[in-house]
């Protein structure tokens, strides 16, 4: 996949195209549709799939004040498209330029004259220019007058569910992984530096990893099951997500056990895969009632890891 420049477009080689727009936070099963549609679109006839996206996340623009949980990075959601087959992407800052220019410049000046569209899929609710003035039915009347085709994607739907970033973001935010995986179609995953602890865990016989988290959302407080993939090979991981009640801590933890691994992995980084909730932070009266319960944790996380691994239908994990 090549990362496009915009000031060196148009390429002459990039051709007529086929596009598609939007933020793509997560890269959930209805982008992964619409992703899919234009690079099959793209082989016949020739014509060279598109993805624009934004960088940061619109939101941050407009509002500026309000914390927008980002699903995922600006590189692992590229990463996450090049594995669906496009041929390109070109990422805009979204700035007051962009946002002042009107439906019919957005149109011109980007899709035209840039990127040389033939067609474009957007999805049913899709808005763009200023003040959002743009629609899909002003989409369809502007490429109608400038010779490209518009095509719409009905909201993808799992049962009554409309699949939406919005809708995945609170569920990670509640801690519901395991559902938010189902919409991902893959595991949901941070990553970040291994950095020094207070050796806590390894006091109590469990050491865990200490996780400055640098990508993807952090989901709620509370203990999960999940995986690591440490040089090619995979490791049910407890996750423990809080501020420690028990020994009366201020600051939010990322901590990990990975179960059967021993070796040093300070200053590395690594990705860390949630696949069920397991239970709430808990504030604990004594050393001993902690110790049981993270040997309950332990012991679903390794069956919660089993199962997934038995399954052909689990989620991916892509690191």
Avoid at 10 to 16: M, N, T
Avoid at 64 to 83: D, G, M, Q, T
Avoid at 152 to 164: F, G, K, M, N, T
Avoid at 180 to 202: E, F, M, P, Q
Wanted: one cysteine or more.
């Amino acid at each position: 996949m090549i990362n496009l420049d915009y000031n060196t477009l148009p390429l002459e080689s990039l051709g007529p195209t086929v596009l598609t727009i939007g933020n793509f936070d997560g890269v959930h099963r209805g982008h992964q549709e619409l992703i899919r549609t234009i690079v099959h679109e793209s082989k016949n006839p020739k014509l060279t799939s598109v993805i624009l996206t934004f960088y940061p996340h619109p939101v941050t623009y407009f509002l500026p004040k309000e914390k927008i949980h980002v699903i995922c990075s600006r590189n692992y959601k590229e990463k996450l498209i090049a594995k669906l087959g496009v041929d390109a992407i070109l990422t805009l800052s979204f700035d007051e330029k962009l946002a002042n220019l009107t439906p019919e410049e957005y149109v011109k000046q980007i899709l035209i004259d840039k990127l040389n569209v033939n067609t474009i899929w957007v999805g049913y609710d899709f808005t763009f220019g200023k003040n959002r003035k743009g629609n899909v039915r002003s989409l369809i009347e502007i490429g109608e007058k400038s010779g490209f085709k518009t095509r719409i994607l009905s909201p993808q739907r799992d049962h009554d569910i409309v699949i939406s970033s919005t809708k995945i973001r609170e569920l990670l935010l509640e801690g519901s992984v395991d559902e938010a995986n189902h919409y991902l179609n893959r595991v949901h995953i941070i990553s970040g530096l291994i950095v020094s602890g207070d050796a806590k865990g390894r006091i109590l016989g469990y050491p865990t990893i200490n996780v400055n988290v640098k990508e993807g959302l952090i989901p709620g407080h509370g203990i999960y099951s999940g995986v690591v993939e440490i040089e090619s090979e995979m490791y049910p991981t407890a996750i423990y997500i809080g501020r420690r009640p028990t020994f009366q801590d201020s600051d939010l933890r990322v901590e990990a056990h990975i179960i059967g691994f021993q070796g040093n992995l300070y200053h590395t980084d690594i990705s860390i895969g949630f696949l069920n909730y397991l239970r709430p932070d808990t504030k604990f009266d004594n050393e001993h009632q902690l110790i049981k319960a993270i040997e309950k944790d332990c012991s679903n996380t390794q069956t919660d890891f089993d199962l997934w691994q038995s399954r052909p239908d689990s989620p991916s994990f892509i690191p």
